[in-house]
C-alpha cells in the first residue's frame, strides 16, 4: 500500500446508549499530510480519535492504517490530549521516556533520543526541570516529545494549544510547524480555533453536529513553510471565509461542494 493512503476512516459511526454519536465519517490522510477537524461542540470529534487510537470500538466501519484494518487496536498511533498530563515528580526527561517506562522499561538509548529531542526542539536546558517549573508553552512541547518519543508515525492532537493564551498559542503553532516539516509526520489534529486549523492544515474537515459526520473538506494551497505573514493574506482570509460559512450555516442548509478527498 506504498501508494495509498497513511490512514483511512471509512464508514465510521458510533452509537452510545441509542444516541448517534457519529455518522458514517470517512477520511483519508495522506503521508505526510497534516489534516485538521473543525466542529460544533458535542459533534463527536473526541469520539472519533478515541476509534482512530484503538480506544473505543465504533458501531460500524473500519480505520484502516497503511491499508490494513487496525480497528478497536491500541498502540499503532500517537495520541495527544489538550492537557498536558505530565507527571509531577518526573523531570522533563523523565516524562518524555514514560512511554518506554511503562511498557518494557527505560534504557539509556531512550534517555539518550529523548535529551535529543529536547535539545533539538528548545528544551535541552531544561531536561532536569519538573514540570511545575515550566511554562504553559513549555509544558505542553514536553507532552509532544513524549507523543514522538512513542515512534509512531501518525500522531492525533485533540486541542493541544486550546488551554495557552493568544501569544503562546501562536508561538506553538509556529513551533509545531517546524517540527512537522522536519519529521514529515502524518498528523489529524482536533480545534476550535479556525485561524489555527487553517494555518497549520493541508486540508479543513468541517464536521456537522451530532451525531457528526464530515460535511465538507476545504484544500488549504497556502505556500509552506508558513510564518506570521500568511495569517493577514487574502488567500487565508478567503478560506476562512468558506470555513465560517461552513461551520455557522442553517442546519437545513446542504453543504456546498468542496474538495472532498485526498488526492
Not at 466542529?39 to 473526541?46: A, E, F, L, M
Not at 505530565?86 to 529523548?114: C, F, H, M, S, Y
Not at 529531542?117 to 517549573?133: K, M, T, V
Not at 509545531?176 to 516539516?181: G, M, R, Y
Request: hydrophobic share 40%.
Amino acid at each position: 500500500m506504498v501508494n495509498g493512503p497513511k490512514l483511512a476512516v471509512e464508514g465510521i459511526s458510533c452509537v452510545f446508549d441509542g444516541t448517534p454519536a457519529l455518522n458514517e465519517v470517512d477520511l483519508t490522510l495522506g503521508r505526510g499530510q497534516f489534516v485538521s477537524i473543525v466542529g460544533p461542540s458535542g459533534c463527536g470529534k473526541s469520539t472519533l480519535f478515541n476509534i482512530v487510537s484503538g480506544l473505543i470500538q465504533p458501531t460500524s466501519g473500519r480505520v484502516l492504517l497503511d491499508g490494513q484494518e487496525v480497528t478497536g487496536e491500541t498502540g499503532h498511533v500517537g495520541y495527544m490530549l489538550q492537557k498536558d498530563l505530565l507527571v509531577p515528580w518526573r523531570t522533563v526527561i523523565g516524562n518524555i521516556v514514560l512511554g518506554a517506562a511503562l511498557t518494557r522499561g527505560t534504557t539509556r538509548a531512550d534517555k539518550q533520543e529523548a535529551a535529543r529531542l529536547a535539545a533539538r526542539y528548545g528544551l535541552g536546558d531544561f531536561l532536569n526541570h519538573y514540570p511545575h517549573a515550566l511554562s504553559g508553552g513549555m509544558r505542553q512541547r514536553v507532552a509532544l516529545m513524549r507523543t514522538l518519543a512513542l515512534r509512531a508515525d501518525v500522531l492525533l492532537l485533540d486541542e493541544p494549544f486550546g488551554a495557552l493564551d493568544s501569544q503562546t498559542r501562536l508561538d506553538m503553532q509556529m513551533w509545531l510547524l517546524s517540527v512537522c516539516q522536519d519529521l514529515n509526520m502524518t498528523i489529524l489534529f482536533v480545534t476550535h480555533d479556525v485561524d489555527e486549523a487553517i494555518f497549520l492544515s493541508d486540508r479543513v474537515a468541517v464536521m456537522t453536529g451530532r451525531p457528526g459526520s464530515i460535511a465538507a473538506t476545504i484544500e488549504v494551497d497556502l505556500p509552506r513553510p508558513r510564518g506570521i505573514d500568511t495569517l493577514t493574506t487574502a488567500e487565508f482570509t478567503e478560506l476562512k471565509r468558506r470555513a465560517l460559512g461552513l461551520l455557522h450555516r442553517p442546519a437545513t442548509t446542504s453543504a456546498p461542494a468542496e474538495q472532498g478527498s485526498m488526492p
